[in-house]
């Protein structure tokens, strides 16, 4: 069971351009929406996250764009650079309603190039 | 450096011998999370300590593997009789909160 669906599976898009990344997820009750960034070889990093009470939230160069009715949400990567190349993943947790694990479902994962 | 360790960064391991990962979380945080990650997946989640205490397990934690945080500080995974169906990368993170997980750079299993 894919409670959260991602994609594309993988994305080409020239530097200066704008990446964008879907997730659409099932569970009403998820209140915590994050995304992660990977590297070859390392963990992924929080790169930046949303809570369902603001429909866009922005740092720097990424923002999230949320939509609760259609329970959906995105990111967008703004000027984007090869350094930017990495698998991007989404997920979301039941924050206030996951009991005390509060564990992060995550999205099957964007690969994203950035083409010089 | 303050960030989750994880030790080894790479295992490989013949089918049926038994092996044991170790984390290190940010010595503040009391929450530590366990996910595997295959390739071309996103993680999914294994098991959960609050200190010492192991919350929450996983259906995909099958008898064959146990975790353990003695003392709340550092925890350690250890799959028995591994099979190949085990390859993959063990993540572990902390976080202080319900939210803004760590995750380390994760053990890297290959089972022959």
């Known amino acids: 069971q894919q409670q959260v669906k991602q994609s594309p599976q993988s994305l080409i898009v020239q530097k200066g351009g704008i990446s964008i990344i879907n997730c659409a997820y099932e569970n009403t009750a998820f209140d915590y929406f994050p995304w992660y960034q990977q590297f070859p070889g390392k963990g992924p990093a929080l790169l930046i996250a949303i809570r369902p009470d603001v429909s866009e939230k922005k740092e720097g160069r990424f923002t999230i764009s949320f939509n609760k009715s259609a329970k959906q949400f995105s990111l967008h990567i703004m000027d984007s650079q090869p350094g930017d190349s990495a698998t991007y993943f989404c997920a979301a947790s039941k924050g206030r309603y996951g009991g005390a694990t509060n564990k992060l479902i995550f999205g099957t994962g964007t690969l994203l190039a950035v083409q010089p | 450096d303050t960030g989750v360790s994880q030790d080894p960064r790479h295992k490989i391991t013949k089918r049926g011998q038994n092996v044991t990962f170790r984390c290190d979380p940010i010595?503040?945080?009391?929450?530590l999370y366990w996910y595997r990650q295959t390739l071309g997946q996103g993680p999914e989640f294994l098991t959960y300590f609050q200190n010492e205490a192991q919350l929450e397990k996983s259906r995909l934690l099958s008898d064959r593997f146990s975790a353990e945080r003695p003392k709340g500080s550092f925890s350690t995974l250890e799959i028995q009789r591994t099979e190949q169906g085990d390859s993959a990368m063990y993540l572990c993170a902390s976080s202080l909160d319900a939210y803004g997980y760590t995750f380390g750079s994760g053990t890297r299993l290959t089972v022959v």
């Open positions: 010595s503040e945080h009391n929450r």
